[in-house]
């Protein structure tokens, strides 16, 4: 278990995620006679560097982590702005599916629906991260959690993400292997969603989150879901078919996937894709 000790506020916002960024040059001189000259030539201004928006559908689970990746794409792309959607991935693939404009895909497994729209192809998406379940816990351990068994205790306090996202259907697949779990009770599942409560803000005992989600998270401290138990999400990025900015869109997912950016993924807690 690791800790970062601090406040109650960002236990908040943590939960609120669950449920559910010339110089001018005169040119002149005198002249020690008058004398005839040509009018002054003209001179080309310097070419302007073509502006270009690049829009990227992306998992909310990456909007820090995309958001430090850009800003030092676009500075490296002069007159190039990267701008983002970030939301649930499924909410994204309904909107890609219903043709909302976009250069780049990146979700949390997430991909298969958009293929099926038409406007990714089928061998295109490449593995670029992957992300695991966590047990969140406030640093003063209101609900007494030590051990994952305690999650199922009465009375207890739980948030978990809605089914339809990624992360809270992970969450219910580890519930159902851990009820199949010797070492669990076979009643797991059902004690541990009867602790589910929408309860107030920074109420809560304990969450299910994304180990990338508690990466520079004050105030609250992880349980580790071990491996035989946990979930691996991976998460994919691919060019639309239909880019407006296709050759910057393909230089952008290859600067995710360079050294650097997988370097920068890593430290908002990402695990390593598959892709090259």
């Known amino acids: 278990m690791y800790a970062r000790l601090l406040s109650h506020k960002k236990w908040s916002l943590l939960l609120i995620f669950l449920l559910l960024s010339a110089a001018l040059v005169a040119c002149g001189g005198t002249a020690e006679a008058p004398t005839t000259t040509g009018a002054p030539m003209a001179t080309e201004p310097p070419e302007a560097e073509p502006e270009t928006t690049l829009t990227v559908f992306a998992a909310a689970s990456l909007t820090d982590a995309f958001t430090e990746i850009a800003a030092a794409f676009d500075s490296d792309n002069p007159g190039v702005t990267t701008v983002f959607n970030f939301a649930g991935s499924n909410q994204l693939a309904t909107q890609i599916n219903e043709g909302a404009p976009a250069d780049v ?37 209101p609900g007494d959690i030590q051990t994952l068994q305690d999650l199922a205790n009465p009375g207890t306090l739980i948030v978990l993400a809605a089914a339809e996202v990624p992360v809270g259907k992970y969450s219910l697949e580890f519930l159902d292997k851990a009820s199949a779990d010797p070492a669990f009770s076979e009643t797991f599942r059902e004690d541990v969603l009867a602790n589910v409560n929408k309860v107030s803000l ?51 997912v290859e600067f995710v996937l360079s050294d650097g950016g997988r370097a920068l993924l890593a430290e908002y807690g990402f695990g390593p894709g598959t892709g090259q």
């Open 105 to 141: 895909f990146a979700s949390a497994n997430q991909m298969d629906a958009a293929v099926e729209s038409g406007r990714i192809d089928a061998d295109a998406p490449t593995v670029f991260v992957t992300n695991r379940l966590v047990v969140v816990i406030p640093a003063d351990n």
């Open 202 to 252: 920074g109420e809560a005992d304990a969450g299910i989150v994304y180990t990338s989600d508690l990466v520079g998270v004050e105030g609250v401290s992880g349980l580790e879901i071990p491996d035989e138990l946990n979930l691996v999400a991976e998460y994919p990025i691919a060019i639309l078919n239909d880019s407006a900015n296709s050759e910057m869109a393909a230089a952008f």
